[in-house]
């Protein structure tokens, strides 16, 4: 007889509400698995004293570690299971608070390493990407009856903000940080803590694991540097080859003003996770820019493939792994752009040719979801409990 568990998802706050959605869905394939689930939402959790509320469950689960701060207050602890959802750099402050029996799973296998390595204070970690569409999957829109063409979903953060921290940690380091930024903005797909360890090599510092993994944490801002820098340039060279771009996030004022005027690039605003997906239902190609998970994947891709619209991306080893290039996706050279566009304006001219790869996508990506996402969860969880010594990801 199945061993029915008692689970708490602890769901915080994210940008947009994407990780609110995959709690929710998350809730609803324990439940449908035959588990009693408990929703705490810190968002409204009241700021009071409480006690070993945590005892009663066999298992909780949060995306980027919430409700690590109350987990750590209480004297019994259950199996804590985080599925980060940004890269460990960013949580740095938080994983360093991680102890007890926890798992840590990252969507990307380089991200694992990187826990394994810098923070011995964590139990497991294994890879677990994203699953694709929360909830109800909309209607399917025949291609040419669908509004957008080619659109982007994302955010564009304020490039004076960015410089600013920039400015200030080449006062504080000096010739170091010059040498990686330079390098960083030359290889924008390149894993920035092989160039960071490089370059700290190459300067003749002696950094130990401990001082690696915060100096890391301290630099972040040369992440966030390139990632507008590529963003910026995947739109320009989209438009610049001929193919106008439909945009929902926020920041693309930045950029757009003398684009705008000349109907090459539609900003929309923000919209909320859970209202993407119609978006997305409704466009013909979503372009997907990934930050570099050169392991992993974006929940986008999933996101799309399962909304029925043509997924273009540029490349990781994971999802080579999974699809085929002109078959169930477009992958795409983030040095060659012009490709892109010439292959997008292929397809929004050949409807046939278009529902084929969008056919074979919705096909191919049907086993990344979030319900089988819960059962490899519940699997593994129930490995390590049973056979830890055996246990491998």
Same mark, same amino acid.
């Given at each position: @007889?199945?061993? /029915?568990?008692?689970? *708490?998802? /602890?769901?915080?706050?994210?940008?947009?509400?994407?990780? #609110?959605?995959?709690?929710? !869905?998350l809730m609803r394939a324990f439940c449908n698995m035959g588990h009693l689930v408990t929703m705490l939402d810190l968002t409204t959790f009241p700021d009071a004293e409480c006690g070993d509320m945590f005892a009663q469950y066999d298992m909780i689960f949060s995306f980027d570690l919430a409700g690590i701060e109350l987990y750590n207050t209480m004297s019994v602890k259950p199996f804590f299971?985080? @599925?980060?959802?940004?890269?460990?750099?960013?949580?740095? !402050? #938080? +994983?360093?608070? @991680?102890?007890? $029996?926890? @798992? =840590? %799973?990252? /969507?990307d296998r380089r991200h694992v390493s990187y826990i394994d390595r810098y923070y011995k204070n964590i139990t497991w970690t294994c890879f677990m990407p994203?699953?694709? =569409?929360?909830?109800? /999957?909309?209607?399917?829109?025949?291609?040419? !009856?669908? %509004?957008?063409?080619?659109?982007?979903m994302g955010s564009l953060q304020p490039l004076d903000l960015i410089n600013t921290v920039i400015d200030s940690l080449k006062k504080d380091y000096g010739p170091l940080i010059s040498d990686i930024i330079d390098d960083a903005m030359l290889n924008p797909d390149a894993d920035l803590t092989i160039i960071v360890f490089d370059k700290i090599k190459e300067s003749g510092a002696d950094f130990d694991d401990s001082m690696f993994r915060e100096f890391m944490y301290i630099i972040r801002g040369i992440d966030a540097l390139r990632r507008f820098y590529k963003r910026k340039a995947l739109v320009e060279g989209l438009i610049g080859n001929g193919v106008p771009v439909d945009i929902w996030g926020i920041g693309w004022e930045q950029i757009a003003d003398k684009y705008e005027s000349q109907n090459l690039i539609k900003l929309h605003g923000e919209v909320s996770y859970e209202e993407s997906k119609y978006i997305i239902s409704n466009s013909k190609i979503l372009i997907n820019d990934m930050p570099p998970y050169h392991e992993g994947s974006h929940e986008r891709v999933f996101m799309?493939?399962?909304?029925?619209?043509? =997924?273009? %991306? $540029?490349?990781?080893?994971?999802?080579?792994?999974?699809?085929? $290039?002109? !078959?169930?996706?477009?992958?795409?050279?983030?040095?060659?752009?012009?490709? *892109?566009? %010439?292959?997008?304006?292929?397809? +929004?001219? $050949?409807? =046939?040719?278009?529902?084929?790869?969008?056919?074979?996508?919705?096909?191919?990506?049907?086993?990344?979801?979030?319900?089988?996402?819960?059962?490899?969860? +519940?699997?593994?969880?129930?490995t390590i409990h049973h056979d830890p010594v055996l246990w491998t990801e």
């Amino acid at each position: @007889m199945k061993e /029915i568990k008692k689970i *708490l998802i /602890i769901k915080g706050s994210s940008q947009y509400g994407a990780a #609110r959605c995959f709690c929710d !869905e998350l809730m609803r394939a324990f439940c449908n698995m035959g588990h009693l689930v408990t929703m705490l939402d810190l968002t409204t959790f009241p700021d009071a004293e409480c006690g070993d509320m945590f005892a009663q469950y066999d298992m909780i689960f949060s995306f980027d570690l919430a409700g690590i701060e109350l987990y750590n207050t209480m004297s019994v602890k259950p199996f804590f299971w985080t @599925m980060l959802i940004d890269p460990p750099i960013y949580l740095n !402050e #938080r +994983l360093k608070q @991680m102890n007890g $029996d926890v @798992m =840590v %799973s990252c /969507i990307d296998r380089r991200h694992v390493s990187y826990i394994d390595r810098y923070y011995k204070n964590i139990t497991w970690t294994c890879f677990m990407p994203h699953g694709g =569409v929360t909830g109800k /999957i909309p209607a399917l829109i025949p291609y040419k !009856e669908r %509004s957008y063409d080619a659109v982007i979903m994302g955010s564009l953060q304020p490039l004076d903000l960015i410089n600013t921290v920039i400015d200030s940690l080449k006062k504080d380091y000096g010739p170091l940080i010059s040498d990686i930024i330079d390098d960083a903005m030359l290889n924008p797909d390149a894993d920035l803590t092989i160039i960071v360890f490089d370059k700290i090599k190459e300067s003749g510092a002696d950094f130990d694991d401990s001082m690696f993994r915060e100096f890391m944490y301290i630099i972040r801002g040369i992440d966030a540097l390139r990632r507008f820098y590529k963003r910026k340039a995947l739109v320009e060279g989209l438009i610049g080859n001929g193919v106008p771009v439909d945009i929902w996030g926020i920041g693309w004022e930045q950029i757009a003003d003398k684009y705008e005027s000349q109907n090459l690039i539609k900003l929309h605003g923000e919209v909320s996770y859970e209202e993407s997906k119609y978006i997305i239902s409704n466009s013909k190609i979503l372009i997907n820019d990934m930050p570099p998970y050169h392991e992993g994947s974006h929940e986008r891709v999933f996101m799309g493939m399962q909304c029925r619209t043509i =997924v273009a %991306s $540029d490349r990781s080893i994971f999802l080579e792994e999974c699809f085929k $290039d002109n !078959e169930d996706i477009l992958f795409y050279d983030t040095n060659d752009i012009r490709d *892109l566009a %010439s292959r997008i304006t292929g397809y +929004l001219q $050949d409807p =046939v040719k278009a529902q084929n790869i969008i056919d074979n996508a919705y096909q191919s990506s049907d086993i990344h979801t979030w319900a089988s996402r819960t059962a490899a969860i +519940l699997e593994i969880t129930d490995t390590i409990h049973h056979d830890p010594v055996l246990w491998t990801e």
